[in-house]
């Protein structure tokens, strides 16, 4: 038997359907209710086990089980977050700053070496957010998603000193922009992240790996 389909697993418990392969190992299991929580897909190996889980109403909310999570839509893992701005408009490959004012929020970063820096606001050049966290309707929510770890495109201002792969990079005078940090002694704890291209002048995109440190 490859397909089974029950009306109720159980006389309290709703359907349940399961598929298996042509020598009857399951492979596939859809639960209408799992226990007294919502519905469960369960995706099996070759050996009858179940790597693969999404359970609907786990430990109060949605949960996936796997023992390997490949992403292909992003290359950084971003968190959401409020912008707070008085100058120029928030847009992707800015670097943020902690807003002192407002709990969980941030701003555009405006000074060299802060050590406040946070990240940088994700999708720009095209790439997109990897992975997006955040908890709606609480101060771990916002509108932006901001680039914590990963690479991601960011603005640079090659004014303060042309910058080559390899440079750590830290934020700048210029609004929303980061820049070579060289060896100053104020980059402790200030540091975004490494630029992985090079901008010998002038201000554009640059792709960076996100290093908080």
């Known amino acids: 038997m490859t397909a089974q389909i029950s009306g109720a697993e159980v006389s309290s418990q709703g359907a349940q ?17 799992l226990g007294a929580g919502g519905g469960s ?14 359970d ?8 996936v089980t796997t023992q390997v999570l490949e ?3 992003g290359s950084d893992l ?16 800015m670097v943020l700053c902690i807003d002192p004012e407002r709990e969980g929020g941030l ?12 990240g940088v606001i994700s999708g720009a050049g095209g790439i997109r957010t990897g992975m997006l966290m955040g908890q709606q309707g609480s101060v771990a929510d916002g509108r932006f998603p ?8 960011c603005l640079v201002d090659a004014g303060f000193g042309a910058v080559k792969p390899g440079d ?23 540091i975004l992240g490494k630029a992985l291209t090079a901008l010998p002048e002038g201000r554009g995109l640059l792709l960076v790996l996100v290093s908080l440190q």
């Open 146 to 153: 901001v680039a914590l770890a990963g690479r991601v495109y």
């Open 71 to 73: 992403i292909t839509g």
């Open 17 to 33: 359907i399961l598929l298996a392969k042509a020598n009857g190992i399951p492979t596939v299991l859809l639960d209408a209710e």
């Open 41 to 54: 897909l369960r995706l099996a190996k070759s050996d009858g086990s179940f790597p693969i889980r999404l």
């Open 107 to 118: 701003l555009l970063s405006t000074k060299a070496f802060d050590p406040t820096v946070v």
């Open 56 to 63: 609907a109403s786990a430990s109060g909310g949605g949960k």
């Open 168 to 190: 750590l990079l830290t934020t700048s005078q210029t609004p929303g922009h980061a820049m070579r940090a060289g060896r100053s002694p104020d980059a402790f704890g200030a």
């Open 78 to 93: 971003s968190e959401q977050f409020e912008v707070q701005h008085a100058g120029p408009a928030p847009v992707p490959g």
